[in-house]
């Protein structure tokens, strides 16, 4: 951390639902007992009717407003109120620190690339820009249920099943699970399993999705101020706090364990021909049991210009585009691309396909990694079909192609807010890799 950053320090504290959502209560409640430290909160259950309960606290004082939403989504909250917020709060020399207790519906990676990029306009006394002027995000924290965070992320169950989400919103409670704690710098793991091997089992688990991310381990009701303090402090200096990847960052971040370890292990995938759509779309089965998470670039070969990003968590799986290869890209975009992926992609240059490739990450904790291998070896074009690709692409194009076509859900206003849209990343996967 820079010692002349003179921003205000936010620290962002996420947690799904149930005990995990009171454990971030308690977590901000814990910080606020430091003097010239903020906490809000947006109760967004009643976000539906176009209502928004926001409350702000400073020692033992609280204010409460009713915030009345034109548009009723996550997005204009954001933009509307929580970001113009923050920028007063932080021009006041009596606000030390700011805590955002977010409700389950924020997602913090949504929170923080806002903070950052969108322009926050008509302040009083202040340059329109974005809200990343004025503060610095200095953690994220994710609260979880040891009992059962395990089992919802690894599960099927869709937001709106669990009555976290409206009816149209097609996450799953796994997206979100592993979302959060995929996104944080130190973990708030609440109460215990009872049973010490699966305790050291959802360690494994951490250890390889956070590689880093402290973990502190509290009672059932949530943390005191001593020991979440003292894990603001344990968080590691080049954590990334807030930092949003794009597609082409290397999937495997920090150093996690790469042996197995009680059943949990991380593979990798990597193959220099594509897939065919079809066959893929019959594999992807082997991602939905026993695997955690996957994620990382495809190469289609319906689609040769275009990266895909896959991206999955227990039942529930994103696809969709991730921008042109480089191979595809004119000589001025190329020009503009990162100078690292360019330096990588250079090792590794095909004379006939540039960069395109598949690489994955895929976290199992109850799955052969064999089995997904071969699954996903099937799925490659064999030898005649890439000849074909070679030499007539065109043809190739005209090939069923379930992944076809990207899904998009904007705001309503159709503004721009630099916010990810659920949905964006493309289609949301039953198990059987059905559309839902």
């Not at 807030?242 to 971040?253: E, I, N, Q, T, Y």
């Not at 595809?328 to 691309?337: D, I, K, V, W």
């Not at 590794?348 to 199992?364: A, E, K, N, P």
């Not at 291998?373 to 490659?380: F, H, N, S, V």
Request: proline share 6%; hydrophobic share 45%.
């Amino acid at each position: 951390m820079i010692e002349s950053d003179r921003r205000t320090p936010v620290v962002v504290i996420a947690g799904s639902s149930g005990r995990a959502t009171a454990g971030v209560d308690r977590a901000a409640d814990a910080l606020r007992t430091t003097p010239g430290t903020v906490t809000i909160r947006h109760d967004l259950s009643g976000l539906r009717e176009g209502i928004v309960h926001r409350t702000v606290r400073t020692g033992e004082h609280e204010t409460s407003a009713v915030l009345e939403l034109a548009h009723g989504c996550v997005s204009c909250t954001l933009r509307m109120d929580l970001l113009p917020l923050l920028c007063t709060l932080a021009a006041r020399d009596s606000v030390y620190r700011i805590v955002l207790a977010l409700d389950p519906a924020f997602e913090a990676e949504a929170v923080c690339q806002a903070i950052e990029n969108v322009v926050v306009t008509g302040i009083v006394g202040r340059v329109d820009g974005p809200a990343g002027r004025d503060v610095r995000l200095e953690a994220v924290v994710t609260c979880l249920e040891a009992e059962r965070w395990l089992a919802d992320a690894t599960g099927e169950e869709t937001l709106a099943e669990r009555g976290l989400a409206t009816a149209d919103d097609e996450r799953t409670v796994a997206q979100l699970a592993v979302g959060q704690v995929d996104f944080a710098d130190a973990v708030v793991a609440l109460g215990d399993s009872g049973d010490p091997l699966e305790r050291m089992r959802l360690g494994a688990v951490l250890a390889r999705l956070v590689p880093g991310a402290p973990v502190a381990w509290v009672a059932p009701d949530g943390p005191g101020s001593e020991e979440i303090e003292t894990l603001l402090t344990r968080i590691p200096v080049d954590s990334r706090r807030g930092r949003v990847f794009d597609a082409h960052a290397p999937l495997l971040r920090g150093q996690p364990p790469l042996g197995a370890d009680h059943a949990v292990a991380l593979m990798e995938f990597a193959a220099s021909r594509p897939f065919h759509p079809v066959r893929l779309h019959e594999a992807l089965d082997v991602l939905f049991d026993g695997v955690v998470t996957a994620r990382g670039r495809i190469w289609l070969a319906t689609q040769p210009d275009e990266v895909v990003w896959l991206e999955s968590a227990g039942g529930g799986l994103r696809v969709g585009g991730a921008g042109p290869w480089l191979a595809a890209m004119s000589p001025a975009e190329l020009e503009s691309a990162d100078p690292t992926r360019r330096a990588m992609a250079a090792l590794r240059w095909d004379d006939r396909f540039g960069d395109r490739d598949t690489s994955l990450v895929i976290l199992v904790h109850d799955a052969d990694p064999a089995e997904i291998r071969q699954a996903l070896y099937w799925a490659l074009v064999e030898d005649d079909e890439l000849r074909l690709l070679e030499r007539a692409p065109e043809l190739v194009a005209q090939w069923e192609d379930p992944f076809g076509e990207w899904h998009t859900d904007p705001c309503e206003t159709g503004e721009s807010t630099g916010l990810p849209v659920e949905g964006s990343a493309g289609q949301s996967k039953s198990p059987k890799g059905e559309s839902t």
